[in-house]
């Protein structure tokens, strides 16, 4: 049985690291996103471009150039989790509206290429805000972006780039009210509520629910997604369930019959396009047409947007879907959804053989020594004194010392591997995380997975943030967070790292990162070998240079084409890093370098070069 559960594991790793490794290389330092953009939740189009949300993602799609880029907070964007955004031509401002309240200003420029990103946080870090702070729509009057969110209605000043006003309580009895969608016309005001139609003029005082009008829906009907459009000065709403109707003569007049749940609905100023399930509908207006288009593409439309016969659409299931070309396709970039669907670090074996292998949630951990037979430890100790404890073991992994190390509820302990270990009354190990202002690291935070790089240094994730440590967890490197990198979320629930290319693949419980980080696995041969990325290197570029494949630790130095030494460094592992700066301090000018790499044994080859275009 020990046998088979190796023979998996070791092919479990070999498929998921051949995948990772089929990825093209980053720079070192950098990071990508692994996101399924397939999830469509809202865009929005400017000029040539279209922004697009999905669940957990962002991304521009040029319809010039046929290309999506994708957007991420180290963009400057202040989430990645969206809930609606719209775009205002005359102040070319692009509103992203946050499932926390949070909200970014990004000013285009002629090109439509971003020029400045400005985070509102008065709503996310609003005290008397209690519950959802939803956006639901956003439309404009003039530079005013008007927000219809789950607690009312947030007025946007576009030029002055502040929130103006924050319109709460617009029940008719004065109390929160959830505002679906709203509609400008002139100096009207409309907007929807989950159980009222609201009528006010933009002179009125828009925080008194005095002085608006409320009407109930068609036969008293309510439900919470009906949407507002206004086409040629009118007003029109599919109120879910009833069909389309038109708002004359102070009443909503049914103008067809749509029985089916209604996901979406937009206009291009003769004709209302409602999204269904698998399908659209295109109501001509004044002649009560109803043409139905289907399309395999089209599964479950979330919101439209419409320009002539193009039709532009977030889909749920498909993503970006657009008749660009004349038939729906699928414009996505590429991604890779489920993305390490299996664990490593569940079962580890050292490197006598032992196989460590966590227990579901309050069990512990359970060892298997070389000889087959099995010890379970129901409590992880998370001092030398055994005062304290922990029976959750999330994450297990073996370092380069042959250490095993142990992720649990109550920090990280060390085990020194060994056959006797399963003969033991008790399970003993040690904890060497930095004491910083008298608390000892990860004393106190859910540590949810650990990972071992090529240069021995340890990557911990917790519950709230995710960690770089020495070889000896005695120091810490780096720390990341969804405020200072692209983290979507500081949940950290499992790393994986790509030995050839250094990679840090990050699952999250909002989506999947990567990190190129600065150590690989080293390799025994170097000639032929050695990767250098980015090379040639380009004027632009400001990044590390990356050179991998090199032994273990080598001696690495640099020289320019007459021989003369620009730079000395030491391998992490397989790779070493090269900021283009000269010993000098000064950037290195353009020109061939050569790389030369000295092994364990002092012996010195010419292993690479590496182009400089300043």
Sequence with gaps: MTKKISILFILLKLVVNTTLAQLKPIPIGTWRSHFDYTKGKALTKAGNKIFFAANNGFFEFDITENEATILSNSDGFYDLNISQLAYNGPTKTLVIAYHSGAIDLVNLDNQFEIVEISNLLAIKNSATILNSKLTNDITFSENIAFLSTDFGIVQIDLVRKQIKEIDQNLSPEGLNSRIVSLAIIGQKVYAMSDKYFLETTLTNNLQNYGEWTYREFPNNYEKKNHKLLSVKNEI?????????FKF???????????PEETTAIQTNGTD?????????????????????????????????????????IADQKNGLVSNLTGNFQKYNPSNTPGLLLSRNDSTVKDFSGIIYTKLRSGSGLEITNSKGQKRSYSNIPLNTSNTRSSNTVNSLAVDKNNIVYVATNGG???????????????????????????VRTLANELVLSIAVDGGNRKWVGTNNSLYLFNEELSEILEKFTSVNSPLPSDKINFLNIEPISGELFIYTDNGIVSYRTTATESTDIQEDSVLVFPNPVKPSYSGLIGISGLVNNALVKITDISGRLVFQTRANGGTATWDLNSQNGKRAESGIYYIFSSNEFGKENLVTKLAVIK
């Design 236 to 244: 029109y709403s599919h109120i879910i369930g009833l069909g389309l």
């Design 248 to 258: 004359t003569e102070n009443k909503f007049k049914k103008l067809v019959d749509v």
């Design 272 to 312: 209302i396009y409602i999204g269904l399930k698998n399908k659209l509908l295109v109501y001509e207006i004044g002649t009560n047409n109803l043409k139905t288009i289907n399309d395999t593409n089209l599964i479950a439309p979330q919101q439209l947007l419409v320009e002539g016969s193009k039709v532009y």
């Design 412 to 438: 990280i302990v060390g085990i020194n591997s060994s056959e006797s270990i399963i003969e033991a009354d008790n399970l003993t190990g040690f904890i060497i995380t930095p004491i910083i202002d008298g």
